[in-house]
DNA sequence: GATGAATGAGGTTTCATTCAT
DNA sequence: AATGAATGAAACCTCATTCAT
């Protein structure tokens, strides 16, 4: 369900030619960066993995450099809009406030822990020396993204009187960080998966300590 | 401040002998790995860091995974001590609580951005898939123990009816999230040297959270 | 002045169709052969400089082995044609037999350091052991035909009584061995331009020496 | 009598170390370079002709461009000494001076004609334009250095009234090329053998010639 | 204990060439 | 006839590691 080809249908048996050859390239570089990191992955296993010859890879991306910058993107993207999709469930008429933090948080827990967005992240971390204008393209289109529209779903919630909150960038900031930080130990770094109690758990408590926090009193 | 010789005398002038170059050894290693990464980093590089010949290396760590597992170690250690001793300041009596979370706050998270914590991140996330049991040694004397050691700090607290919380390990770690959460993209992964305004300004968000949700009110 | 593409008019630009196309691909062949040498020299970057794609250029020659020879003896005859042409000044009646061989060494000497002459030297010395009857084509078209028509005038002149010689194909090898080899070191292989005195005084030399030894006397 | 190793025993079964693997290599390198040429030659060859491993060719001498540089100077300066050695004989006495110049000439054709000595030009001709430093070492300590030698003579036989010459080294390079320059085309570049009585006959002709131009008249 | 020299294995990249359009 | 895309082979070079001194 976290691989980064699901959101296609598997294009490496088809015919179709050209594009097909390069998204599976992409794919199948962000498999083995993934697993073997930049240093260690060999252009040789990737184009293996892809089904296509070495010489196509530098056909198609340069070097690579250029393979891994696209790769990364291109995982980032896909991953933003998975996490994006979940704020959906924050929108309109919200009845039950803490239901529906707990609800959106799973949601965003669940795209956290994902097996592409930890391998984005183990990435990023690693090489973001090397490639130091990668940070902004995942970045930006991950993590920085999704701040921004939760703030713009807490402050419309601020305004209808449910939560009291200065600034609505800081209290996303804390909302992400009240549910992400607590795991990342939990699951060592992703490399273990961690038991969906535990998840629950660590949803009610942030949204325990957020609501406590911001949430404006019932008249 | 934030090299890895600081915290001892630069051992690599001295003619003591032999532990020197065990250190010298260690400390260019970490330098490097943190330049390099792991993959990239050359046994080269570090022997002519540290001013020995490559076989010297061999003979004392064995070969590159046995230097990387020492240096991460050695290093994770001195950057644990470090953060632990900031929690002293909220021993004892505390007078002004928001106060004291504050200056603890503002000491972990300069521990917490300081470059040999950040290169150690780095590491960690890159090369946790290779090394899988490094992140029990890292993780455990540093984060881990840190948590720990705050969730004791806190307990008192609450018992000494200052706070409101059930589980204070729990707290703890949404009180680091708190901390360093928003820190996370404003460094650029370490990268970038976060204003100290911010900084604060971070610190007393989090403190200002934390508080409304676990201080209890004062009678 | 030197380049291969100027005895023709730049067929690139036309739309005539095939026969300028092969044309395009010959002189690009040359040029790109002649900067990088047979074997670093890459088909793309002739087929590039030609503004054809690859494929045309082996449609057109079969490979990388049948274009370099093509090239090669194209550039070889015009060069040859040229040279042979300077030979005419000393036909009819000479009167200053002095003059007319410093006229036609100076001729000579001009085809010999032209750049397509140098490169073709280059290129022929370079490849020789890979296209051993590559040799037999250029210089068969170039220096032996050349030797061989001067012979036929300086045979004529000792008819006339001009000079006294037996072996004119000797004297005439001689008379380019004077021009020819002291201008090879001081062009540096045809590297560094000869300045034009420099030029003259060799072929002043060239002749002194040539009509000291083959001259008749005037009665 | 014309392969690069001969001016020392051969090194390669030797096991005296260092030093002989470095002659090993340089002596294996021109060999194999003027079989291929530079572009087509590789290092793995190199290194196997040498009997070594690959990285040592590395560890010596940097690369294939500082390799090829070191193998052209060192078999241009002992191809040098031979030739300069020929020239003693013209030193002293000369009773029989077209005779003494036919000595001369004969040795210096034999230099000439050698394997090396091909082979260096050809590779000098071949990569003149991505080395252009190379010209001045090869040329300077071969070509250059003996034209000056020669013209020292040339010009002792001059003071003692044999000769009749004002620019010795104008007679020098002219001496040289009545030799070299009909070799040239009968030798195919060095591929084929010139038969014994074809450089005795060539030889003869330019010290004619020479001697013609240059010889004073005995009273 | 420390070192200069050497190595086997593997890395990224480029090339001449061909296929299907 | 002309081309964009793909490929097998091989190039140069680097690395972690060991040996003999």
Known sequence: MTGPHLSTTDSRRTSRGRIDKREAILDAAFVVFAKEGYGKAGV???AGEAGVAKPTVYNHFGGKEGLF???????????A???????????????????????VGHGLLLCYTSDDAWAL????????SRFPDLFEKV???GPHQLTEALADRLARLALAGRLRLDDPVRAAEQFVALLTGPIEGR???GT???PDDEVRATVAAAVETFTRAFAAPRE
Chains 1, 2, 3, 4 share one sequence.
């Open 121 to 128: 992240r183990r990435l990023l971390h690693a090489e973001i």
């Open 187 to 189: 699951s060592v770094l």
């Open 44 to 46: 040789d296993a990737i």
């Open 81 to 103: 809009a998975k996490s994006l999709a979940v704020l959906t469930r924050l929108g309109g008429d919200v009845d039950d406030l803490p239901q529906a933090l707990r609800d």
């Open 139 to 141: 970045w930006g289109s």
């Open 192 to 194: 273990r998966t961690v």
């Open 69 to 79: 910058k696209e790769a990364m993107t291109a995982t980032a993207e896909r991953a």
